[in-house]
């Protein structure tokens, strides 16, 4: 696998012309940002050496080497999620040819369902931790040389970076919650009981993509930050139905705002060096949050 890894990264090499250290994974609710991007070079998955093959059809992903806000980044156009059938390994192998080609940080997005009370449909979650509930490890099996054989998780998502976003939605008045978002393989949404109990263990949201990716950018020592839209919510006392239409209709919604944001960061990952965040409570992000308004 290791050496597929450098194999799909010199390949890229030698065909990029720009040497980006910001990565963007363009999940659920940042489709709108692709188109943002200039000065694009496109790969399409299917040219790319070992790269996973889509098995959706209509689905065609690609890498984007281009420049947002002025600043180079390396984007995916569609994502591999363990539910489609794709091994761990394959699922974060886009993320270890990032690390070959000098990836610094990662943004991504997903959609969740909310189990916090305090949430609404289009919220912007801002992930501060996860809990990892996939049956399989993405560091399972031989260790790889990027990172420790029982890595560290305890700022997985980088802290500098979440003081980052809470300014600009602060700048910009742009709603956003903080919380915990459970990684869970799918492809069935949740049962009333599961979305109480994901709750019960800690979790704010849920969703099935997101902690493979994240675990293996942390391995490798790459800073990750991630967002979720909250596109319906589970484990109250009333059930309420959940369908992919309308986890789609609520992403889309949110979109602007979640591209605002990250369009920002990405910015200001290039061009600030700090933030003005004294008030800022790390231990509970969203009561601060909350107590800030
Ligand atoms: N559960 C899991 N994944 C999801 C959900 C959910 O409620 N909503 C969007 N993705």
Sequence with gaps: ?????????????????????TAIVLGTGLGQLASEIT????FPYSDIPNFPVSTVEGH???????????????????????????????VTFPVRVMYELGIKTLFVSNA?????????????????????????HPLRGKNFPTGPRFPDMHETYDMELIKEATAIAREKKIR?????YVGVQGPTFETPAEYKMYRMIGGDAVGMSTVP??????????????????????GFD????????????????????MTEIMREMIFRS?????????????DHPTESWKSQK
């Excluded at 990716?213 to 589970?234: M, N, P, Q, W």
Aim: with cysteine.
């Design 39 to 42: 000065d694009k070079r496109e």
């Design 270 to 282: 290039e061009h600030v060096q700090s933030t003005d965040m004294e008030t800022f409570n790390t």
């Design 213 to 234: 990716e994240v675990i293996v950018a942390h391995h490798c020592g790459i800073r990750t930050f991630g967002v979720s839209v909250i596109t319906d919510l589970g």
């Design 238 to 257: 009333t059930p309420v139905e959940v369908s992919h239409e309308e986890v789609q209709e609520a992403a889309n919604k949110a979109q602007p705002l």
């Design 112 to 136: 969740a369902g909310g189990m916090n009370p305090a949430f609404k449909i289009g919220d912007l979650m801002i992930i501060t931790d996860h809990i990892n509930m996939f049956p399989e």
């Design 176 to 180: 956003v919650t903080y919380g915990v």
């Design 1 to 21: 696998m290791y050496e597929k890894i450098q194999e799909t990264a010199s390949w890229l090499k030698e065909r990029m012309t720009t040497s980006p250290k």
């Design 60 to 90: 065609s992903g690609k890498l984007i080497f281009g420049k947002l806000g002025g600043v180079d980044i390396l984007a995916m156009q569609g994502r591999f999620h363990f539910y489609e059938g794709y091994s761990m390994k394959e």
